[in-house]
C-alpha cells in the first residue's frame, strides 16, 4: 500500500521535486544505451525500475573483507570470484559498468533473463537486484522566488532531538513550546554539592580555597566563527547555526562540484566520477555545487557561509549534466566512501529511489565504521518509509524532512517515523555553479546538506523546537547546532 502511494504521489508531484526521486524507464531505445550516454534523458514516469539492468552481489565478501587486514589479497580474492561468475553467465569483463569491492561485492551490467536466472542459480551470488534511473528535477531551484526567512523564531525551545538516527527519539504527543525564559543560557549554573557527611555542622577546612573548587567549562563542542565583513549569512544558515569546520571532510555524492568556485574547498585528488566514460567530477547540473555551499562555504569575505564554514568537500559525482544517474552509481560511490573516508567524516545524500536493499546495506555498512550521513527524505509527500536509503534506520544516519521559516513542514516534503530532523529547504540561499550564490531553492535535497554541517562541527544534532503541519503523529524536531 505504501509503495502504491508513493508511485500515485510522486507522479503528481514530480515537478516540485527538488531533491533525487526514483525516475522509471526511458523509451526502450534509450535504456538500451543508457549506461553508455554521456547525457541520459531524465524519464517522464516514476517508480519503474531499468529494463535488463541489474546489480548483481555476491555472498560473503563483507566478512571476508573485514576479517582480513590485506585489503589487496581481499581485492584479488573478489576478483577471481567475479571472473568466474562472469564466464558462468557468459558476460565478458568489458560488459560490466559497475564494479564492486568492499562492504558490498559484485557488479553491474546490462543482462539478458537467460544470464540473470544463470547468476541466480550461482552458488557465490546472495542476489540479484533490478537497478533503477534516479534522476534530479529541473525544478529544484528558482531563483526567482529569492524568500527571506524569518530568522530563527523567537518561539522555539531548546531539546535535543534523537540524537542517534534512529528515528526521532520521540515518544512522547505533540510537545508544546514554551517561550525561554533566557535564549542565550544553555547550560544550567553548576550548583554547590552537599557536604559528605550531613552531621557536621562546623567543618574546619585546612584550606579555604578548596571548599569550592571554580567549576571547569567543558571544551567546546566546536570552534566557533565570525563571519567576515562582506559574508551573506542566510536565513537558513542562521536558523540551525555556524561554526568553523576546518580540517573537516564532507563527501557529497551527487551531479558533481564547481571545482572553480571560489566559496568551496574541493579536494579533486579524493574527489570521483561513477559515470561510464566520463571522470570528470564538474558539476554540469548545478545541484552537488549548492548543496556543497550549504555544507562547506567558506569564510572569506565574500559570497555566503556555510554551517560548517572551510570544510574539505570531496565531490562523488553519480548524475550527469541532465540530473540523470542510477542506484548502480549511489551504490559505487557509498562503496568507495567506505574504502576511503575515516569515522567521523560525514556524507551527504540528497538523492533516493525506490527500495534498494544493496543501496540501504551499503548505508549501514559505512555507518557501522563511524562514519555518518545525512540522507533526504524525499519530495513525494509521503512515508519515507517506500525510499532507499532514506528508510535507513541506524545509529549514525540521519534522515532529513524540509521546513520553511517559519518552522512548517514543506507540503512536499516526506514524513514518517524514519524522519529524524527538518531542516531549512524552502527559499534558502546556496552556492551555484555558476561561481556565485543565489536564493529561492527548496527541497529535502537543499534540507539536508544543513545537518551533514552540523555533523561535521559536533558530530550530533541538536534541535530547537517542532515543526508545525507534520503529517505523521509525531512532529520532527529542527535541526540545531546549538
Not at 8 to 27: D, E, P
Not at 101 to 114: D, P, Q, R, T
Not at 419 to 429: I, S
Amino acid at each position: 500500500m505504501i509503495a502504491k502511494r508513493a508511485l500515485r504521489y510522486s507522479v503528481a508531484l514530480g515537478a516540485l521535486v527538488a531533491t533525487v526521486t526514483l525516475a522509471g524507464c526511458q523509451k526502450e531505445e534509450l535504456m538500451d544505451n543508457q549506461f553508455n550516454q554521456p547525457l541520459a534523458s531524465l524519464s517522464p514516469s516514476n517508480g519503474q525500475a531499468i529494463e535488463g539492468q541489474y546489480i548483481v552481489v555476491f555472498k560473503n565478501q563483507a566478512s571476508q573483507m573485514s576479517a582480513s587486514q590485506d585489503l589487496k589479497a581481499s581485492k584479488v580474492s573478489a576478483l577471481r570470484i567475479r571472473e568466474d561468475v562472469l564466464a558462468k553467465a557468459k558476460l565478458k569483463a568489458s560488459e560490466v559498468q559497475q564494479v564492486y569491492e568492499g562492504a558490498v561485492s559484485g557488479f553491474a551490467a546490462k543482462l539478458s533473463a537467460e544470464q540473470v536466472n544463470e547468476l541466480r542459480r550461482n552458488p557465490n551470488v546472495a542476489y540479484v537486484e533490478q537497478d533503477r534511473i534516479i534522476a534530479l528535477s529541473p525544478s529544484w531551484k528558482d531563483t526567482g522566488i529569492a524568500t527571506k526567512g524569518g530568522g530563527k523564531g523567537s518561539t522555539d525551545t531548546t531539546t535535543k532531538g534523537g540524537g542517534k538516527g534512529n528515528g526521532k527519539g520521540q515518544t512522547d504527543p505533540t510537545p508544546t513550546e514554551p517561550a525561554p525564559t533566557d535564549s542565550t543560557t544553555t547550560a544550567p549554573a553548576p550548583t554547590e554539592p552537599a557536604p559528605a557527611d550531613s552531621t557536621v555542622t562546623d567543618p574546619t577546612p585546612t584550606d579555604s580555597t578548596s571548599i569550592e573548587p571554580t567549576p571547569t567549562e567543558p571544551a567546546a563542542a566546536y570552534a566557533a566563527i565570525t563571519p567576515l565583513e562582506g559574508e551573506t549569512v542566510a536565513w537558513n544558515i542562521e536558523r540551525v547555526g555556524y561554526g568553523d569546520g576546518t580540517g573537516k571532510t564532507v563527501w557529497i555524492i551527487d551531479s558533481g562540484v564547481d571545482t572553480d568556485h571560489p566559496d568551496l574547498n574541493v579536494d579533486v585528488a579524493r574527489s570521483y566520477s561513477f559515470i561510464y566514460g566520463n571522470p570528470s567530477i564538474e558539476d554540469g547540473y548545478g545541484h552537488g555545487t549548492s548543496v556543497a555551499g550549504i555544507v562547506a562555504a567558506k569564510n572569506n569575505g565574500s559570497g555566503m557561509i556555510g554551517v560548517a564554514a572551510n570544510a574539505t568537500v570531496v565531490a562523488l559525482r553519480v548524475f550527469d549534466d541532465a540530473g540523470a544517474g542510477s542506484v548502480s552509481r549511489a551504490i559505487s560511490a557509498v562503496n568507495y566512501v567506505i574504502n576511503n573516508a575515516k569515522a567521523g567524516d560525514v556524507v551527504n545524500m540528497s538523492l533516493g529511489s525506490g527500495i534498494s536493499t544493496t543501496l540501504d546495506q551499503a548505508v549501514q555498512d559505512a555507518a557501522a565504521k563511524g562514519i555518518l550521513f545525512s540522507l533526504a527524505a524525499g519530495n513525494s509527500n509521503v512515508d519515507c518509509s517506500g525510499t532507499s536509503p532514506a528508510r535507513v534506520n541506524a545509529p549514525g544516519v540521519y534522515t532529513i524532512s524540509a521546513m520553511d521559516s517559519y518552522n512548517a513542514l514543506w507540503a512536499s516534503s516526506n514524513f514518517g517515523a524514519g524522519v529524524d530532523f527538518a531542516a531549512p529547504g524552502v527559499g534558502v540561499t546556496a552556492t551555484t555553479k555558476n561561481g556565485s550564490i543565489a536564493g529561492g531553492m527548496y527541497g529535502t535535497s537543499m534540507a539536508t546538506p544543513h545537518v551533514a554541517g552540523i555533523l561535521l562541527l559536533r558530530g550530533e544534532v541538536l534541535s530547537q523546537g517542532y515543526v508545525t503541519g507534520d503529517k505523521d503523529t509525531t512532529p520532527d524536531p529542527i535541526a540545531s547546532l546549538d
